[in-house]
């Protein structure tokens, strides 16, 4: 199959020909159809995330059920589905809990490689999906079954950009409405918070981002105000809007520990700053616990929107086929395979929300 391998930090990715494993029990493989560009595999594409080399990046896919291992039950060869990295045992602590999205064995690696180049060399896969491929296999937890009339190419949005933005406000801080709320970057995952903030009745719910094409898109999202991170006094703008006091929420959704730093002016007593965006793993943040006890402010995680796949995705698809969750306006470009360093240039450039690799 064709894939698309990482081979240098910050070079062309190299489209070859690689050499896939048949799928185990409780294997799904997938016929991709579409994988979008999400900013994390630009940090992986850089090297500012953990992993080594070589890699085959991507975790935001779509496609059809090619084959299944024994013992699947929850979809069948043909099916349409989304593919994503949100893999879960059902067993563990948190997933007993109903944390899947937290399950202790999300990140371990399958138990034999499944991708090797001519070589023989094997290849990471990011996610452990490696969706810049025609194909891929992965464990059963990591795909959820979509509607037949489910366009793939908007579908493949829900398996990361989509759930982390709207889940991260939904599922993770639990806005409520008439609470305020700042989303910091409204790119791919950004612009999906501010559709979650509008969701369930915040307000104001204002977005900053340095490009104004960016916070005019925000508005037609669902922001009530937008903010210039550019300007000297966005943090008093933003105390204006918000009654003097400052957000309730603030959503830093770009890897910066600069914007997380100024997330923190933004927020008012009690207001709690999520942190989405991911920064260069290398990086780190401090803060005087003086700012932190006497406001009562909060600084917390989220990851992947706190997301129920098997729940969440097929909600998501409600939303957007009635009308209230905006995803054919998410997607910039479609770009075929051999284009896709074309689309990750695109796509680190801040051109657009999400360019999506389409294989045939």
């Known amino acids: 199959m064709k894939a698309a391998v990482c081979y240098e930090f910050g070079k062309p990715l190299v489209i070859e020909d690689v050499t896939l494993s048949e799928p185990g029990d409780m294997d799904v493989k997938v016929r991709l159809v579409a994988t979008a560009i999400c900013h994390s595999d630009i940090h992986d594409w850089k090297g500012e995330l953990p992993g080594g080399l070589p890699f085959l990046g991507g975790h935001e896919s779509a ?39 937290l399950c202790e064995h999300r990140f371990d690696p399958p138990p034999n490689p499944r991708v090797h180049n001519r070589k023989g060399q094997s290849l990471e896969l990011k996610g452990n999906i490696g969706g810049f491929a025609e194909y891929t296999v992965v464990d059963e937890s990591q795909v959820v079954k979509v509607p037949e009339n489910m366009p793939l190419d908007r579908a493949c949005l829900l398996a990361c950009g989509v759930i982390t933005g709207f889940g991260g406000v939904v599922n993770r801080a639990q806005v409520k409405p008439f609470q305020s709320v700042v989303v910091m970057g409204v790119g791919g995952v950004g612009i999906n918070a501010i559709q979650g903030a509008a969701y369930v009745g915040a307000y104001p719910v204002i977005a900053v981002d340095m490009l104004d094409a960016r916070l005019k898109m925000a508005m037609d999202m669902g922001a009530t105000h937008t903010v210039n991170a550019g300007r000297k006094d966005a943090a008093d703008v933003i105390k204006e809007l918000t009654g003097g006091r400052g957000a309730d929420f603030v959503f830093v959704t770009v890897g910066s520990i600069a914007a997380i730093k100024q997330g923190f002016s933004f927020t008012g007593l009690r207001g709690t700053v999520v942190l989405i965006g991911l920064p260069n793993y290398t990086e780190q943040y401090s803060f005087a616990p003086m700012d932190i006890i006497p406001t009562e402010k909060n600084i ?61």
Do not use: W
């Open 63 to 101: 496609g059809y059920v090619e084959k299944v291992g024994q013992g699947i039950t929850s979809v069948k060869v043909g099916d349409p589905v989304v593919v994503s990295l949100l893999a879960s045992c059902g067993k563990c602590y948190y997933c007993a809990n109903g944390l899947p999205h």
């Open 300 to 360: 917390i995680g989220g990851f992947m929107g706190a997301t129920n796949l098997k729940l969440d995705i097929p909600n998501l698809i409600s939303l957007y086929q009635s009308g209230r969750l905006k995803l054919d306006e998410l997607v910039t470009g479609r770009f075929p395979l051999d284009r896709i360093n074309e689309a990750i240039a695109s796509t680190e450039k801040g051109e657009g929300l999400r360019n999506v690799i389409m294989f045939k």
